[in-house]
């Protein structure tokens, strides 16, 4: 089983910047794609981000509503995913959640969190305007 880890989240003003970081434990997750979930209060999680396994090619995936201002990236050599957030908005409120797929590839499935085996605890980010 893999154990991830979340850190990198906090209080950040309109038009600021996070970097949130994925440290997996127990098991290497070189080989699986990567996503990354957001979950504001009162609302439904949803999915913010996807990284294949092989990032050097250049394979990611962004929901609308963050693509442009986001970028997900790996680091096979330390076990660890990361979210850089840009431009970040009120609305970028939420707690964030990365996880592992059973897939090495990015699919029409990865959006979904049922497609998902592992999850880490979450970290929040918290966006004031």
């Known amino acids: 089983q893999v154990h991830l880890v979340e850190s990198g989240g906090g209080l950040v003003q309109a038009g600021g910047s996070l970097r949130l970081s994925c440290t997996a434990s127990?098991?290497?997750?070189?080989?699986?794609?990567m996503g990354w979930f957001r979950r504001a209060p009162g609302k439904e999680r949803e999915f913010v981000a996807a990284i294949s396994w092989n990032w050097s090619s250049g394979i990611a995936f962004y929901a609308d509503s963050v693509k442009g201002r986001f970028t997900v990236s790996r680091d096979s050599a330390k076990n660890t995913v990361y979210l850089q957030m840009s431009s970040l908005k009120p609305e970028d409120t939420a707690a964030y959640y990365c996880a592992r797929t059973r897939a090495a590839y990015i699919t029409t499935m990865t959006t979904q969190a049922t497609e998902y085996d592992d999850w880490g605890q979450g970290t929040q980010v918290t966006v004031s305007s």
């Open positions: 127990g098991r290497t997750v070189s080989m699986y794609a």
